[in-house]
DNA sequence: TGGCAGGGTCATA
DNA sequence: TATGACCCTGCC
């Protein structure tokens, strides 16, 4: 991997097993927006910057200081790791490897972990579009606003900027039900009750038992923070789309996600993103069987 | 225009 | 362990 600066733009060049819209669109993460000229407005914590992947491991960022790609793009993309090492690491069986091969490009986002906390909670039983919505209003009434592109964007709140909130003051941002559970999130984590450092250094079975003692976490949005929002690259959600998987292709749902070896959250993301874009093409094709259906 | 389902969790039985 | 309720909107 080469990095160099260019015209105030961040190139980097010889990534391997990198695209961008693949990362972006795999669902594991909400605050991205296709720019008309190509690329993507990314917003994470209180940061921003517009990405462009120009193909043959080329990323380039701009509208963010070097710093900030020192200090956090660079993290956040996951560029240091080495991915074909990590793909060598997994049990991979025909159909993992077919996923393995149509998803190359994903890689796992290291997210800021109270964002990812309360995304996910969102997600609970909710559809994509309105997630981001949610997402979308709790950033522009709690956070901070920034400019980037001449466009204003919003940080994503800190704990302290949702604790101290009312049902009544979440009510625009029109979570539902979720409302009550981001206020518990804020102020557990505010509170030191759920610490961040241990859900990322004990044991996966432990951080996960203390995840869930937040109410509206259940064991699918535990797994989610884990993956996502700690780097625990050993926590695998289930969702709909993969119990699917797992009934359908590994004798069951209680398939013991360990098969795949130690990096069985990037697997579950292969085969998470594969099942989308397969059932996508069964639905688009006419007369298709609807194999994907639930 | 209306009805259904959604990347889950919780309370109750 | 199973079932219904929860908010509300995108989508058919």
Same mark, same amino acid.
Request: hydrophobic share 45%; with cysteine.
């Given at each position: 991997? $080469? ?54 491991? $080329? ?92 466009? $204003? ?124 874009? $397969? ?16």
């Amino acid at each position: 991997m $080469t990095i160099k600066t260019a015209g105030g733009d961040i190139v980097v060049t010889g990534l391997e097993y990198f695209d961008l819209e693949q990362t972006l669109r795999c669902g594991q993460c909400f605050r991205y927006h296709a720019l008309p000229k190509g690329g993507y407005l990314c917003l994470a914590a209180d940061k921003a910057v517009h990405a462009f992947d120009k193909g043959a491991g $080329t990323l380039v960022l701009s509208g963010c200081t070097y710093e900030d790609f020192e200090g956090f793009w660079r993290g956040y993309f996951d560029l240091d790791r080495d991915y074909a090492a990590l793909r060598r690491g997994i049990n991979a069986d025909p159909l993992l490897q077919e996923a393995m091969d149509a998803c190359s490009g994903i890689r796992v986002l290291r997210q800021d972990f109270f964002e990812t906390l309360i995304s996910f909670i969102i997600s609970a039983n909710n559809n994509i579009p309105r997630i981001r919505g949610i997402v979308e209003r709790l950033c522009a009434r709690f956070g901070q606003p920034r400019f980037i592109g001449g466009e $204003t964007y919003y940080t994503f709140p800190r704990p302290q900027d949702l604790a101290a909130r009312t049902l009544e003051e979440l009510a625009p941002v029109r979570a539902g039900f979720r409302a009550k559970y981001i206020l518990s999130a804020a102020r557990m984590v505010l509170s030191g009750e759920i610490n961040e450092a241990d859900i990322r250094s004990l044991p996966l079975e432990k951080a996960r038992e203390i995840l869930m003692h937040i109410p509206g976490v259940g064991p699918k949005v535990a797994h989610c923070v884990l993956l996502y929002g700690a780097g625990r690259l050993t926590a695998f959600p289930a969702d709909v789309w993969i119990r699917r998987v797992l009934r359908e292709s590994y004798g069951g749902e209680d398939c013991d996600p360990a098969v795949f070896g130690p990096y069985a959250g990037l697997a579950q993301m292969y085969l998470f993103h594969h099942a989308r874009i $397969t059932a996508g093409r069964a639905k688009a094709a006419p007369g298709a069987v609807m194999a994907a259906a639930r």
